[in-house]
């Protein structure tokens, strides 16, 4: 199996399945695919999906991440971002990567922890996925219950929260209510293709500052 999963090149854009995959399996490829790589994963009960985005999938996810970071400053709340990390709970025989993950509300729950269970950690307060070469997994992170969960696609940002163990299309982030952030994180990102990230980065915060001030 490993040696036929070195084997494999995913080109930029595309992904692969793999079927009939245990557990131990799926664990043993994580180890020997290691942490630094471009490819990303999900596993759903058997199934597993490697995937390698396109450059300016990791742009617009760069972006997105950037503006989160300086409204959680702005609104000085401590929080931990933890890129893609693996989330996955061996009792749902699932795990996903997300392209970007931040604990917010529960940052302190696992501050300084190197290593992640599901089965025992809180998952992340919000996940973002850049849909521009895969899909988003909702049913996993519905499992390992993802309060939120960001989609950016083809241009607009969609925010769902979690209900009943369901996700429900919302207008109103959980993790920063009262901004109108569906409408804001498109045009910024957008905006920093013409006149760059710092730029951007900074009339975002400034924009941020005004909100606050309002309220």
């Known amino acids: 199996m490993l040696l036929e999963l070195k084997r494999i090149q995913v080109p930029p854009g595309q992904r692969v399945l793999l079927q009939d995959i245990s557990w131990q399996e799926f664990e043993t490829i994580l180890e020997d ?21 396109l450059p300016e999938h990791e742009d617009d996810k760069e972006i997105i991440s950037d ?27 699932q795990g996903i990567e997300p392209d970007q993950c931040f604990y917010i509300k529960n940052e302190a729950r696992i501050r300084g922890k190197k290593r992640l269970d599901l089965t ?7 996940a973002l996925e850049v849909d521009i070469t895969s899909r988003t997994h909702l049913n ?19 925010i769902n929260v979690l209900q009943d163990g369901r996700y429900v299309e919302s207008q109103e982030s959980l993790s920063f209510p ?38």
């Open 67 to 93: 503006l989160v970071k300086a409204l959680l400053e702005e609104l000085d709340i401590e929080f931990r971002c933890l890129g893609s990390t693996t989330f996955k709970n061996q009792a749902m025989t």
């Open 140 to 158: 996993i992170y519905e499992a390992l219950k993802v309060p939120e969960l960001w989609r950016f696609d083809k241009g607009k940002l969609q």
């Open 178 to 215: 009262r901004f109108l952030l569906i409408e804001v994180i498109p045009q910024y990102l957008e905006q920093s293709r013409t006149t760059g990230r710092n730029a951007t980065l900074k009339a975002f915060r400034l924009w941020v500052r005004e909100q606050i001030q309002q309220k």
């Open 33 to 53: 695919l290691g942490e630094h790589r471009a490819a990303r994963i999900a596993y759903d009960r058997g199934i597993l999906e490697i995937m390698t985005p």
């Open 120 to 126: 025992v950690d809180l998952p992340p307060d919000l």
